[in-house]
């Protein structure tokens, strides 16, 4: 039977068979290797991917696509929305350290999806994901650019990524408004002892009142914390590197 696409579960479905062909050679799937779609739809993706792998689980909402996928013997189907997904229980069910995690990501929840595996990294072993361009350009920002702001601190102190793909809007049916890349995402390793939910509290709000200098701002928080090192906040959020804001948030809760 004939799919509609669902708005709602921000279905654009991949059929360009060049742009399929690039993303699964962006992956690199190997045989046995424990992976996890996010979001496989009418299988564009998932079935050259299985192909290759020989297994592969996925997670998908869509009761109606659920269901055709469960048909498959070579699918895991796990039918769930993928916020609530645990994926340290999955690795572990699967019985590996670490997964290999990709999809074309319903773009309306990419940001959720993005924060709730960077709660998991550490059973994470790479992550390959379709997203819309103007997302990835943020995730890989540099400082002192108009891209660079909260979202690029959040996963750049976790991640070494790098935009490997450019895909138009015509690569979909229905085409999206919105151009769209596909980001590859390496976890870095654990960097020291640092309070996440910390990093998290500083880089907001230092990222508050973007175009103003830090010193109302961040310069009050860490007066409010005790913080007295060195730190220079005659400048904007945008141009203090990811690795000052580790450095900061490391000091703080040395304290
Ligand atoms: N992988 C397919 C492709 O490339 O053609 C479909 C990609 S489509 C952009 C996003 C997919 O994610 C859809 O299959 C949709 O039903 C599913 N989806 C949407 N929200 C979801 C959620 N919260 N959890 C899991 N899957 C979801």
Known sequence: MKHI?????????????????AIVRAIAPEAGQPMVEIGPGLMALTQPLVERLGRLTVIELDRDLALRLKLRPDLDVVESDVL?????????????????????????ISSPILFHLLEQVDVIQDQHFMLQKEVIDRMVAKPATAAYGRLTVMLQ???AMQDVLFVPPGSFNPPPKVDSAVVRMLPRAQPAELDAKLL??????????????????LGRWLEGK???GE???QRRAEEVSVAEYE??????KQK
Do not use: C, M
């Open 200 to 217: 998290e509290e500083l880089v907001q709000v230092a990222f508050s009142q973007r175009r103003k200098i830090l010193r109302n701002t």
């Open 84 to 108: 609530k997904v645990d994926f340290r229980a999955l690795a572990q069910r699967l019985g590996v350290p670490r997964l290999r995690v990709v999809g074309n990501l319903p773009y309306n």
């Open 226 to 228: 005790g913080f007295e």
């Open 157 to 159: 102190w976790r991640y």
């Open 247 to 252: 450095a900061l948030a490391a000091a703080i």
């Open 5 to 21: 696409p669902r708005k709602r579960f921000g279905q654009n479905f991949l059929t360009d068979g060049g742009i399929i062909d």
């Open 231 to 233: 730190f220079d906040l």
